[in-house]
């Protein structure tokens, strides 16, 4: 049978709550939310339910239950562990015609509790019916993942004018026009960026029907390695709203077809030796649909402001009083240590990280090689793969151990990732047999030689091909003095001896 959809007002007014457990803990905390004055009716209360207690926020009736409980009461919740208890708070609520929910019996309830996504004073309740509550979580965190958090407070906004708007236009489709430019417009995007007085300046020249100029906008948004999970849900949010998406070539297709359907994609991707589009050109780009008044997505691969030309790109939109936002993403080094089974810092191995570019010769050359090349530190090296002779050699010269273990990543995070290990002397020579290709991140100190032993996702690393030193690298025991790599030379000396 279908559900009547209501939403109660309990502010201030009495509800019953029969359990002093963990299920009904979570019902008493929701109720509370709600501004209700709760009772609960137990023999003993949890500890949860005993703190709100002390702290004045609930009453409580000691023993079992008794129908005199119900007196004053304008609902009730049903949540012991006893199904013969349960009946009984059930029947006796029936009798006084007071609404009533059994925790997980659909057939004794008279009202469902759905599963809500708040975004106070909005809210959205998704029920089943009772049939399958697990269906209505699942679309909820489906949901979740679309909905703005920005809606709460344009919702409070519109509701504090809401006399004026019905004064201003009282005719109901004038009425829904308006919302619905509210809803799509700069008084939204400025309450995302968190600029609450301009966005009441501009919902107050919405209200006074002074003509706006239809302004487009930028948000710069990381869309991490290339595991479409990987991505954040304001991420998701802005592939949602875009009419432009211009994205790297290193995003992944995945990444792409999570986006709005009817959105134009341009690929901007820029590759070592050869650019598709040079960065004036994705700047005139961004230019040209903000002016024309499209929500702008630049999506770019890892994080905007890891080696990604973020901060050249906003410098560009501010000169040009173009607005934007900016959602970060996880970055290269961050996502491919972790899927490779690497992590960055240890504290037997490593206490510090460097992100490094080496994507060409210049690069290499603003480089401190002395302080890269210190060991107990971890570096990440981005867009790497075409100079790794010459990271090589720089970081020999300045003192680094030529059984330094490196991981090399490629495609890290996606389904095609692979994991070459190995040590420093052997670098170039191991990408070069493997036909290592960007995107790959390289990860050299320490921390590396924990690759073999905590992999996880994807195929065993590949590039250790004398037996001996796989096993030296995958038995490294958790406290290792002075440093993995002495580890390492130390026990192919024995062998070899």
């Not at 209501?6 to 007014?13: G, I, N, P, T, V």
């Not at 979570?26 to 709100?52: D, F, H, S, Y």
């Not at 049939?131 to 699942?138: G, I, Q």
């Not at 151990?401 to 490629?410: R, S, V, Y």
Request: charged share 20%; proline share 5%.
């Amino acid at each position: 049978m279908p559900l009547f959809p209501l939403f109660a007002d309990l502010q201030l007014r009495p509800v019953l709550v029969v359990g002093g457990g963990l299920v009904a803990e979570r019902k008493v905390e929701a109720l509370l939310k709600a501004g209700a004055r709760v009772t609960v009716g137990a023999p003993e209360l949890g500890t949860g339910l005993a703190a709100a207690l002390a702290a004045g926020r609930i009453a409580h009736r000691a023993g079992l239950f008794s129908e005199a409980w119900l007196e004053t009461a304008w609902l009730v919740v049903a949540a012991t562990s006893d199904p013969a208890i349960n009946r009984r708070v059930a029947a006796a609520a029936a009798d006084r015609r007071l609404f009533v929910n059994v925790v997980d019996d659909a057939g004794l309830s008279s009202f469902h509790v759905p599963a809500v996504i708040d975004r106070a004073p909005l809210a959205i309740a998704i029920s089943s019916g009772g049939a399958a509550p697990m269906f209505a979580r699942l679309l909820r965190e489906r949901l979740e993942a679309t909905l703005d958090h920005a809606l709460g407070p344009l919702a409070a906004l519109a509701a504090r004018f809401r006399q004026r708007i019905r004064a201003r236009h009282a005719a109901p489709a004038a009425r829904r026009a308006f919302y619905e430019r509210l809803f799509n417009g700069p008084v939204a995007s400025l309450l995302r960026r968190g600029q609450t007085a301009l966005a009441e300046a501009a919902f107050e020249a919405a209200l006074a029907d002074r003509p706006a100029p239809i302004l487009g906008s930028v948000v710069l948004v990381g869309a991490g390695p290339g595991d479409p999970g990987l991505l954040t849900l304001k991420a998701l949010r802005a592939l949602n709203q875009a009419d432009v998406i211009l994205h790297d070539r290193l995003v992944s297709r995945e990444v792409l077809e999570l986006a709005r359907r009817d959105a134009h994609r341009i690929e901007v991707g820029k590759e070592a030796g050869r650019h598709h589009t040079t960065q004036a050109g994705i700047h005139a780009l961004m230019l040209e649909h903000a002016h024309a008044g499209r929500r702008v997505v630049r999506l770019k691969g890892g994080d905007p402001f890891v080696f990604g030309r973020g901060g050249e790109e906003l410098e560009f939109l501010r000169e040009h009083d173009i607005a934007f936002e900016v959602v970060p993403g996880i970055t290269a080094a961050v996502a491919c240590a972790a899927y490779a089974g690497v992590p960055l810092t240890h504290r037997d191995h490593a206490q510090s990280l460097r992100l490094v570019t080496a994507h060409c010769q210049s690069s290499l050359d603003t480089l401190d090689w002395a302080a890269l090349a210190q060991e107990r530190q971890t570096l990440a090296v981005y867009m790497g793969v075409g100079e790794l002779e010459s990271l090589r050699d720089r970081l020999l010269a300045h003192g680094r151990g030529a059984d330094t273990p490196f991981a090399l990543i490629e495609n890290g995070s996606r389904a095609q990732q692979r994991v070459i290990v190995g040590t420093l002397a052997q670098l170039p020579e191991q990408a070069h047999r493997h036909a290592v290709r960007s995107p790959a991140l390289l990860i050299l100190g320490e921390v590396a030689a924990l690759a073999t032993r905590l992999h996880w996702f994807g195929a065993p690393p590949l590039g250790v091909d004398d037996l001996a030193a796989h096993e030296a690298m995958a038995s490294l025991p958790q406290r290792t003095q002075p440093s993995a790599a002495a580890e390492i030379r130390d026990r192919m000396r024995c062998r070899a001896a």
